[in-house]
C-alpha cells in the first residue's frame, strides 16, 4: 500500500530541530522524499505500524503534527505529478 506522509515539526528550539531531523531521516528509512516534508511510502501492514510507532515516539503532539494520507493497493491512478521530479521511483529499491 502506498501511504503518502507529511509533517510539521516545530523548529523553534534545538530539541524541535533534533525531532525534525529524527522524523525526516525515520521517513527516509521507509519511503522517498517528494517534497520538504512529504514522503511517499510503499508498505505492507506490518512495516507502515512500524513506521507509524517511530514517528509517533519522535512527535512533541503538543507542538508537532503527523498526517498520514492511504492511497491503498492502486495508488499508481491516484497521483498526478507536474513539474520537476527530485527523487526517483518511489518503488526502487532502498539502500541503507
Known amino acids: 500500500m502506498m501511504v503518502l506522509v507529511s509533517y510539521d515539526v516545530s523548529t523553534v528550539d534545538k530539541r524541535g530541530q533534533s ?6 531521516k525515520t521517513c527516509e528509512d521507509y519511503g522517498t522524499r517528494v517534497q520538504n516534508s512529504v514522503f511517499e511510502c510503499v508498505l505492507d501492514p506490518a512495516t507502515w505500524v ?3 510507532s517511530r514517528l509517533e515516539d519522535i512527535l512533541n ?3 508537532d503534527s503527523l498526517r498520514y494520507y492511504f492511497l491503498g ?3 499508481q491512478k491516484r497521483i498526478e505529478h507536474h513539474g520537476k521530479t527530485l527523487h526517483g521511483n518511489v518503488t526502487d ?4
Do not use: C, G, H
Request: glycine content about 0%.
Open 93 to 96: 529499491t532502498l539502500i541503507f
Open 50 to 52: 512500524l513506521l507509524k
Open 19 to 24: 525531532r525534525l531531523r529524527k522524523v525526516a
Open 73 to 75: 493497493a492502486k495508488w
Open 61 to 63: 503532539p503538543e507542538q
